[in-house]
């Protein structure tokens, strides 16, 4: 258990529906990261939040949209997805932003595997 | 060129092998370098930071070579519980979120 909790595990939806992936932290970090991992390639990062504010978002489609209501939650919103977004949707936090301290460490959740059919 | 390139494997070992995987990175600003592994559908777990002088915990033992742009894992004594893919993360630091991973090593120990 690495103090961060995914929901759901496993989601199937079709390319109208609009689904809401949730990430909930019970480190008392203050950064929190959407991650893409799809097959033979290495993770994309896709939006960062310090402190409830997004801080990154890397070129993520507009059908991505990330919702930070407090340090300890974290929304990703689903619309009209593409089959090419199916992957699996990883959330982490550290204690302050990566990057902007050595040695900072991410602990994931144990992701959302998505299949847009 | 990738900015965190890693051999993709498998790599195939008995129980007990020594093995090493390579990872090189492209900008020489990096600063930070960490080893995490990740279990077959499961998410990815900090396995150890990667110092200047190198270091040590337990079977594990990563180096950083600077001038050559890439960090090393050498796994001792390989139990089957070490299979799993190993991804090589690199961080550049002063400000923004720069954390990039590669796309990791495949081992596999067998009996």
């Known amino acids: 258990e690495t103090g961060v909790t995914q929901t759901p595990r496993h989601l199937v939806m079709g390319m109208t529906n609009k689904k809401s992936l949730k990430c909930e932290q019970h480190?008392?970090?203050?950064?929190m990261y959407w991650y893409k991992q799809s097959a033979k390639k290495p993770l994309e990062l896709m939006f960062v939040?310090?402190?409830?504010?997004?801080?990154e978002n890397n070129s993520v489609p507009s059908r991505f949209s990330p919702e930070c209501p407090n340090s300890s939650h974290l929304f990703l919103h689903l619309h009209t997805l593409q089959p090419e977004d199916s992957a699996l949707y990883l959330c982490?936090?550290?204690?302050?932003?990566?990057?902007?301290?050595?040695?900072?460490?991410?602990?994931f959740g144990s992701g959302t595997q998505l299949s847009v059919l | 060129r990738k900015e965190v390139e890693q051999d993709p494997g498998p790599f195939n070992v008995p129980e007990g092998a020594t093995v090493a995987f390579n990872c090189t990175y492209s900008?020489?600003?990096?600063?930070?370098f960490f080893w995490y592994r990740q279990d077959c559908r499961k998410e990815p777990k900090l396995l150890m930071s990667?110092?200047?002088s190198g270091n040590e915990d337990g079977r594990f033992t990563a180096q950083l070579n600077r001038a050559s742009q890439y960090i090393s894992l050498l796994i001792r004594d390989s139990k089957l519980s070490d299979s799993a893919t190993y991804l090589c993360?690199?961080?550049?630091?002063?400000?923004?979120?720069?954390?990039?991973f590669g796309t990791g090593t495949q081992l596999k120990v067998e009996l």
């Open positions: 982490a936090s550290s204690q302050d932003l990566a990057g902007a301290s050595p040695n900072e460490k991410l602990f």
């Open positions: 480190l008392g970090h203050n950064a």
């Open positions: 993360v690199v961080t550049l630091t002063g400000g923004g979120n720069k954390l990039t």
């Open positions: 990667v110092y200047s």
């Open positions: 939040y310090s402190l409830e504010e997004r801080v």
């Open positions: 900008n020489s600003a990096s600063q930070s």
